[in-house]
Every structure is written in structure tokens, then in C-alpha cells.
């Protein structure tokens, strides 16, 4: 297990699911059970076994739903929970990242409440210096994915789903580690496009500009280890093949 004087995560769960209908109707995405456990508990185990115990939590749809279930599984076990409420879900994720602006003030995990991965993904990832993102370099791309190019230095210096797929060094899976100042600068793009009139975005976007001038984020690879982001039936249906291994992952820790 890496040594890491990161203990801090915030995690997006604000979205409203709408293409899991009716599953989602009156639940958080995050909450789908995927296996033995729901999303959101694979994700808290991954983190917990890290040592990573100051969480925050940026709720929209179902918000009670999701800040209950916390209550009631982790009410007694050393873990800080905080939440942050999205207000306004509409204006897409780059506003639930921008709603946890204060706690950005030190180093972090940013996940996204829907992505199933193996929890060995997130040793590699602490084991890298500054920001990085975590990349997986394996699988085939579509043209939904949150596409990344990466230079000969390991560094991301494009990401969008808009990138062609032949140009694509793979998919970003919804899963970081960002310093403070590289946050800064995140945060300061997402204003500039807010001043711009520009919502209805992801934060990827912020995060595009950024790359775009500076390197400062780098590629983590999944190193072929499983995950996937759960936006369709389809999706869940596909995690479902994996969620053994990650379960096992998570005995193994």
C-alpha cells in the first residue's frame, strides 16, 4: 500500500441519471447496486483502504436519498463526511465541481460518483507526483468517451469527447488526483467560461484549457485493470461482469 499524506475526496454525485430511468427515479445513480454493493460503497472502500477519510460529497438529484445512506453505513466509522448541494444540476458537472471550490484548498481525489473501477487503480494513482489523471490506454474507444492526448512526456495536454478517435491516447475515466494550485487554475477557467456566458458544461472543459497551455496534468494508466462509467442500462449491465474482480480487489486491500 503507497504511503500518501493525501486524505481528502470529493466526489460528484449531483447528476440525475435521466438515461437509467426508472432506476434512478427516486435514487441517486451512485446508489445502483453493482454486485454485493453499490457504487458509491466500492468507491468509499477504495478510498477508506487508503487511509483517505475527509470526504466531501456534492449532492443534487436524490440528495437526501444519497446523505441518508451515508448516515446509516458509515455513521461509526471514522470517516468525515461533508456535503455540498448542487443547486443548480442543470448547468452539468462543471457546476457541481465548481460548488466544492472551498474545499480545494489542499490536495486531493476527485471522483465521479458513477464510475466502477478496481481499487489497485487508485494505488497507482497515489503513487504519482502532483496532478494526474487516470487513463485508460486499453480498451477500444466510441465516440461518447472523455477522450485524452497525451505527449511523449506522459502529460495530458488535450481532453474532450469531441477529440477524433484516431488522435485519442485513450479515455479518461472519471477519476484524479489534483494539487491545490492545479485546482486554482481549474477553477479560474470554469469562471472565465461562466463570465463567457458558457454553462452546460463539463469541468473536463475547464480542465481542457488548462492542459491546453500549461503541463501540469499527467496520464495515470489503468494498467488494463477493470472500470467502466455507468451512464446507460447498457453500462450497468456491463459492470455487472466486472463487479466480481472489483469486490475481490477490495478483499485483497
Do not use: W
Not at 435521466?18 to 432506476?23: A, D, E, N, S, V
Not at 457546476?95 to 481525489?109: H, K, P, Q, V
Request: glycine share 6%; charged share 25%; with cysteine.
Amino acid at each position: 500500500m503507497p504511503k500518501t499524506i493525501m486524505n481528502q475526496a470529493v466526489i460528484l454525485a449531483a447528476g440525475s441519471s435521466t438515461r437509467l430511468r426508472p432506476l434512478t427515479n427516486n435514487i441517486p445513480k451512485t446508489l445502483l447496486k453493482v454486485g454485493r454493493l453499490t457504487i458509491f460503497d466500492m468507491a468509499i472502500s477504495s478510498l477508506i483502504n487508503l487511509g483517505i477519510n475527509n470526504i466531501i460529497v456534492v449532492t443534487g438529484h436524490a440528495a437526501d436519498v444519497l446523505e441518508e445512506h451515508i448516515k446509516m453505513n458509515y455513521n461509526d466509522k471514522g470517516i468525515i463526511f461533508r456535503f455540498v448541494r448542487n443547486d443548480k444540476p442543470t448547468l452539468g458537472n462543471i457546476y457541481s465541481f465548481y460548488t466544492a471550490r472551498d474545499y480545494m484548498d489542499r490536495d486531493f481525489i476527485l471522483l465521479n460518483s458513477d464510475v466502477l473501477f478496481h481499487p489497485k487503480i487508485l494505488e497507482y494513482l497515489l503513487m504519482l507526483d502532483g496532478s494526474a489523471l487516470v487513463v485508460d490506454d486499453h480498451k477500444q474507444l466510441g465516440e461518447e468517451e472523455m477522450k485524452v492526448k497525451v505527449n511523449g512526456n506522459g502529460i495530458i495536454k488535450d481532453i474532450s469527447k469531441n477529440i477524433p478517435i484516431e488522435e485519442a491516447d485513450g479515455e479518461y475515466i472519471g477519476v484524479m488526483r489534483l494539487t491545490s494550485d492545479d485546482a486554482s487554475k481549474v477553477i479560474r477557467s470554469i469562471e472565465s467560461l461562466f463570465k463567457e456566458g458558457r454553462y452546460n458544461l463539463y469541468y473536463e472543459d475547464a480542465m481542457r484549457l488548462v492542459a491546453n497551455r500549461e503541463d501540469c496534468f499527467y496520464k495515470c494508466s489503468t494498467k488494463g485493470l477493470p472500470c467502466i462509467e455507468i451512464d446507460t442500462i447498457e453500462d450497468l449491465n456491463n459492470a455487472m461482469k466486472i463487479a466480481y474482480d472489483i469486490e475481490r480487489g477490495l478483499m485483497l486491500l
